[in-house]
Structure formats: structure tokens, C-alpha cells
């Protein structure tokens, strides 16, 4: 057997991860290398091409094979390409197989057949309705195969092996901020090339060029920086700390107390301690940002496996197996496993979507709202001091600077400063999406898009919320912010994630000077700030011309799917367009009961109330007594819709301890068991 990796960016491209999904990647190649070799005498070839069936072709002549097997991806540059190999190397006479041992369920995610002509617990595409499709579809997920006892290294490799592949070592390429660790790599000529791209790329950023300031960083950079200046453009904005220095201190953040290596065994090791400790805590406090793994403890709310699955170190059949062991040897309940196995499946309803969306890493899946109007002034420097974790809100910063050190922030937090970017800030969601690709290490492109989609509002399941950053209820006792930004550790739990209402005495003893060891708030104005977004998007779909190709008659958003149906999708409550009188620049009125100071509300009398009709069934269940005799199927009914009311408290509780902030923008309204669950996964 050979053990091959292709690394084909330009065959990738937007799929190829980026700065820091690559150290993970060439950490990950360099503890498979081992473990082939140490286990079966294996060595693994990594190609660096532009085609990865001419290089596959050449390795099937020096070996002789007979048969292709690889891991399947969904990706949809990468889907075609793999593709176009299997039906060319099929045509030779190679027998190709591939397995998915990414996914928790199957193949094919598509084969999720969802009704998009019915409400089924939710709406079309969200989580609730994905779960029982699945289910009612596959059912659970197959067990995942036992490792082979033994493999047989292919014997014509050894003499061949300078034609078919490179060291990882040589492969410089993987990462560039490794570069110069392999300095004979390069020749002088191509060293002083890369230096004038360097400076070229700097003076861009510094001088604000296509827009001003870092937006070229965001999503502008995919189209209109070549990958050797994003390289560049990526290492100007390491504050001065080499892209070396960078990697290193990234990857000590995972090994710290674990393995010495990003590998299988430290995945499955991470694994059965969250199983055995931590998971039971995983259903009340996964939403705190302040409980994290420490040095010697372990103890955190999260896994902290999303790298391991995104790069194939350890498989979600595997987990989910783990989990139901756990369960049947008593260990855990199924309750407090219930969030946990939720998310396993939010992951595959992450390219159950983007099989049927393939741009949605570019396209807002609700195609009206291309014409979004985000922010235009000052967001070069909106954008950098987002980036840079200097917006002036605690949270914010402290998510945003654990991600330049660590590659990884815990869901909670993702949402933070997601949706303080764009509901806050009116920043264009595509830039956060850029930059969350280049800087996270379980990087995956369908789970990346649709967070940024649905934080956007144009995915298919809008926010129901809107994450206050000043709040501190993700972070109560104040720690994590004070892990991430030292220069507020000395300020009280009061004032931590609020310091410009802290007293000049307080500030003065924390040694907080505002505007210089820490940054003065971004925007003054939250609420305004947010107004001003909503509106905007409200004053976009009332000059639609189209409208109501796009809107129904409730005032839900509709989209188009592959099949050429169109679906009703959730749409929050201040975004429907439910009236003429909305549609037609007048604010929609609400009924209020006015009363005058002094004057006390008229009470109603039996006579006055208007006399309630009753319907052609409550007449015919009227007896001779006057009163409805209710059936035993309406009995059932009934006592199922009290089930469910329970059920909605119960959900609406944790999503109150989840948010802390304004539901739907516009106050407090009833939440439905869909709404809670297809954004949390409860």
C-alpha cells in the first residue's frame, strides 16, 4: 500500500484552508507520517500540484495499483475535482472507492430529504427539522471501523521515491509561516521577489487602497490579492510578532499539558476526558466563556474537538459511539448528553446546506438581500480594530485576541463577535467570514459559511437574537476577559465588561487610563447602532420592486431551491414585511391602549363585551348541560399541547441564560420550541 496527501490549492481554492487551519494541517501530516511509520513501515508522500489526477496518475504507474481509495469531501471546488478523477481513473481500469469519515450520517448529505411544503418542527433547512428527516431517513450512524492490523508497504516506492513525492519537510508551502525554518529552500533572488511583494502589499494596507484601510484583508482579499501577497498581507498583521512565533505559540496553546503533537492519539485522548469529566457539565455551563481548560485542571465546558474533526484526526460516528457507551454504562444520562449529540448533526446540516447552496460561501442564500446596505464609512479601520480585538467591548475584544493566540474560540463567543460586527458595527458578514477562515484552525467551510450566513440574516435561519456585549452573562465572574486582556484584570466584577462606567478612582487604582492602555469604545451608541442596521435592511426590502417574488404573503422570506421550488424560511419578526402600509415606507402601526394621567381604564361589563361566536363544532359538542363534552382525542391532544407548552418554558429559560440580550430587536415576544431549538440546538 502507498499513503498518499495531495496539496492542490489552486484546485481548492476558496476550500484550501487558511494561515491556521494550515499549521494545524502540517502538524496533522507530520503525526500521520509517524504513526504510519512506527505501526506499518509506512511512509507518507505528500505531493505539492496543480493537478491532483496527474499526480495521481503517475503514482499508479510506479506502483502498479489497481485500486484508488480516498476520503470524501463536499466542498464543491474539491467535490467536482473528485469527481472528474474518479470517472478518468474508473476509464483506465482503476477501481475507485470513497468513504466519508467526516460526516456523522452518510455520503451524501443531500440524500437528507426535507418537505419544504410543510412546517416540521421548523422551518425549512433549521436544525429540528433536519434531525427528524435524518433520523426518519438513516436513522443512527454507522459504527466506525477498527484501525487494520497490518498494512504492506509498497516495495517499488523505495527506489522511485524522488519522481513521487517530497518530504513534509520540503513541503514549504505548508504552511508559509513555517518558511523560515527551511531557509535553503529558497534562492536569494526569490527571497528579495517576496520582499518587494511584502512592502507592495504594505503600502496597500497603509494607504487604505479599495476602500481604505484592512477591508482588503476581509472578503475583497480573495479576489483581489494573489495568494503570495495575502501571505504577506497575513504576517503585517502579527503586531509584530513573527509568523513563526505566531504558529509556535498557536499550537503550545493545544499541546499545553496534552500530547506534544496535533495527532489522532491527543484527539481521542481529549475525547475520553470531556466523556469522563466534563461533558456532564456540558448542557448548563457550555455557554460560559468562563469556564475553560486550565493548565492542570482539563476542566472545561466545551470538547474542544472541532480541529480534530475537521481535519480527519478522529470521526464524528466515533464521538457519537463514545457518547451512547457513556450512556449505557451509566456513566451519563441522556439528558446531559442531549446538546452534545445535537451539535454532531448541526455539523452535517452544515453541508446538507451548502450541497444545495455551492456559492454560499460568497452568496447570501436569500438572493434579495445582495442589496444589503452595510457600512461604508470608516470600515477599513471598523474591520482592523475588530480584527485586532481593540473594539473598546471587553467580550468582544477577549473572543477576537483568543483567536489570534489560539485559533479557536468556543461557539458562544463566536456569536459574540459575529454578531457585534454585524448588527453593531453594519459590517458586511463576508468580511467576517474571511477573516474567521484565515484565522481558525477547525476552519470548515460549510460550518463557516453558515454561521456568518445566518448571523448576516440572509442564510437560511436567521439569528433570533441579538447578543449584548456588555451583558456579562457569558462571562459572570469576569475570568475570561481577564485571561484575555490583562490590562483589565484589576478591574471588579462591576466594571470588567463595562470600564467606561467605572468611577476615575477605580480606573486609576486598576491602572486603566481609557483611550490608551485600553481602547474607548468603538461606537457610543449600541441601540442606535443596531436600529440603524435593522432599519436599513426594513428600507432595502420596501424599494424591492420584486418583492413579492421574494416575500410572502405573511411577510416570511422565501428562497429558491436546487430543485427549482420556492420555501418559506424564518425570517425575525422586525425583518417580515407583513402590510401594505410597511411595504409602503410607513411604520407598521401597533394597537395600544392610550390612557390619560389620573384617568383609570373603564372597566369592561359582562354586557359590553362583544359576544364570542362559536364555531360549527363547539355547537354540535354542546350537550343538554350547556357544556362542551371534550373527546378522548381531544383530551390528548390536549394534554400533548400542555407537554409542549412545558417544553417551550423549560427551552425558553436556557435561552434566556443563553442570550442575556434583546430578543427579535424589538422586546419581548413568544418564542416557539423551533425558534430555541434551531439556533442552540437544545
Given amino acids: 500500500m502507498a499513503a498518499v496527501f495531495i496539496w492542490s490549492p489552486t484546485e481548492e481554492r476558496e476550500s484550501a484552508p487558511g494561515h491556521a487551519g494550515r499549521v494545524w494541517l502540517f502538524e496533522a501530516l507530520k503525526s500521520l507520517n509517524s504513526s504510519l511509520s512506527t505501526k506499518y513501515g509506512i511512509d507518507l508522500l505528500v505531493r505539492s500540484t496543480d493537478s491532483a489526477l496527474s499526480s495521481l496518475e503517475q503514482l499508479i504507474r510506479i506502483t502498479n495499483a489497481t485500486s484508488l481509495v480516498f476520503n470524501k469531501v463536499y466542498e464543491p471546488t474539491m467535490l ?48 429540528t427539522p433536519y434531525l427528524r428527516a435524518s433520523r426518519k431517513c438513516i436513522g443512527d450512524p454507522s459504527k466506525p471501523l477498527e484501525p487494520p492490523e497490518q498494512l504492506s508497504p509498497c516495495p517499488t516506492l523505495t527506489e522511485h521515491k524522488p519522481l513521487v513525492g517530497c518530504s513534509i519537510r520540503d513541503l514549504h508551502s505548508i504552511p508559509p509561516t513555517y518558511e523560515r525554518q527551511h531557509k535553503h529552500l529558497h534562492h536569494k533572488k526569490e527571497k528579495e521577489r517576496e520582499s518587494e511583494e511584502e512592502g507592495a502589499v504594505a503600502r496597500e494596507v497603509e494607504s487604505g487602497s479599495s476602500g481604505g484601510g484592512l477591508v482588503r484583508s476581509g472578503a475583497a482579499a480573495r479576489d ?61 455551563h457550555s455557554s460560559k466563556a468562563d469556564v475553560f481548560e486550565e493548565r492542570s485542571k482539563h476542566r472545561s465546558a466545551v470538547s474542544r474537538l472541532s480541529p480534530y474533526l475537521r481535519f480527519g484526526q478522529i470521526s464524528p460516528k466515533l464521538v457519537f459511539w463514545e457518547v451512547k457507551s457513556m450512556v449505557k454504562k451509566g456513566v451519563l444520562t441522556d439528558a446531559q ?47 482592523r480594530r475588530w480584527q485586532r480585538g481593540e473594539t473598546g467591548y471587553p467580550i468582544v475584544d477577549a473572543g477576537m485576541r483568543e483567536l489570534w493566540s489560539t485559533g479557536w474560540m468556543q461557539q458562544t463567543i463566536r456569536m459574540i463577535a459575529a454578531s457585534f460586527l454585524v448588527e453593531y458595527l453594519g459590517i458586511d458578514w463576508r468580511e467576517g467570514h474571511a477573516w474567521f477562515h484565515d484565522t481558525l484552525v477547525d476552519q470548515d467551510t460549510a460550518i463557516n459559511a453558515m454561521m456568518w450566513q445566518n448571523a448576516g440574516r440572509s442564510g437560511v435561519d436567521q439569528w433570533n437574537f441579538v447578543v449584548d456585549p456588555v451583558s456579562g452573562s457569558q462571562d459572570p465572574s469576569g475570568s475570561y476577559v481577564r485571561r484575555w486582556l490583562p490590562e483589565l484584570r484589576k478591574l471588579p466584577n462591576r466594571y470588567i465588561h463595562k470600564p467606561w462606567e467605572a468611577p476615575e ?55 429558491t431551491l436546487p430543485c427549482g421550488n420556492k420555501v418559506r424560511v424564518f425570517t425575525r419578526n422586525e425583518l417580515r414585511a ?105
Fill in 80 to 127: 467536482a475535482r473528485d469527481d472528474a478523477i474518479t470517472k478518468a481513473l474508473t476509464s483506465q481500469g482503476i477501481k475507485v472507492r470513497s468513504f466519508d469519515g467526516a460526516h456523522l450520517l452518510t455520503d451524501d448529505p443531500s440524500a437528507i430529504r426535507m418537505p419544504h411544503d410543510q412546517f416540521n418542527g421548523g422551518h425549512w433547512g433549521s436544525l
Fill in 224 to 284: 483581489a490579492v494573489q495568494p503570495q501577497q495575502q501571505q504577506r498581507l497575513h504576517q503585517s498583521l502579527c503586531w509584530g510578532i513573527s509568523s513563526e512565533k505566531w504558529a509556535d505559540r498557536m499550537i503550545d496553546s493545544w499541546t499545553r499539558g496534552w500530547s506534544r503533537c496535533v495527532s489522532e492519539e491527543a484527539g481521542t485522548e481529549r475525547l475520553r476526558r470531556f466523556l469522563e469529566t466534563n461533558l456532564r457539565l456540558y448542557e448548563t
Fill in 337 to 383: 448528553c442531549e446538546s452534545f449529540i445535537r451539535r454532531l448533526y448541526w455539523r452535517d446540516l452544515a453541508y446538507f446546506q451548502l450541497c444545495q447552496f455551492p456559492d454560499m460561501h460568497q452568496n447570501p442564500i436569500r438572493s434579495h438581500y445582495k442589496k444589503h446596505p452595510w457600512r461604508s464609512s470608516n470600515m477599513g479601520d471598523f474591520v
Fill in 505 to 559: 478612582q477605580v480606573l486609576a487604582d486598576a491602572g486603566v487610563v481609557l483611550g490608551e492602555t485600553y481602547p474607548e469604545m468603538i461606537i457610543q451608541d449600541l441601540e442606535m447602532a443596531q436600529k440603524a442596521t435593522v432599519t436599513g435592511l426594513q428600507q432595502m426590502k420596501r424599494d424591492m420592486e420584486d418583492r413579492d417574488d421574494w416575500i410572502d404573503e405573511r411577510g416570511y422570506d422565501l428562497i
Fill in 578 to 682: 407583513k402590510s401594505k402600509k410597511y411595504l409602503s415606507n410607513e411604520a407598521p402601526s401597533k394597537p395600544t391602549d392610550k390612557i390619560e394621567k389620573g384617568e383609570k381604564k373603564k372597566a369592561e361589563t359582562p354586557s359590553s363585551k362583544p359576544k364570542k361566536k362559536r364555531t360549527l363544532n363547539e355547537r354540535s359538542s354542546v350537550g343538554s348541560t350547556g357544556r362542551a363534552s371534550a373527546s378522548p382525542k381531544k383530551k390528548e391532544e390536549a394534554a400533548k399541547r400542555n407537554q409542549q407548552k412545558k417544553k417551550a418554558r423549560e427551552l425558553h429559560k436556557k435561552f434566556k441564560e443563553k442570550t442575556r440580550g434583546k430578543i427579535n430587536g424589538v422586546g419581548r415576544r413568544g418564542l416557539s420550541i423551533g425558534d430555541i431549538e434551531d439556533q442552540f440546538g437544545f
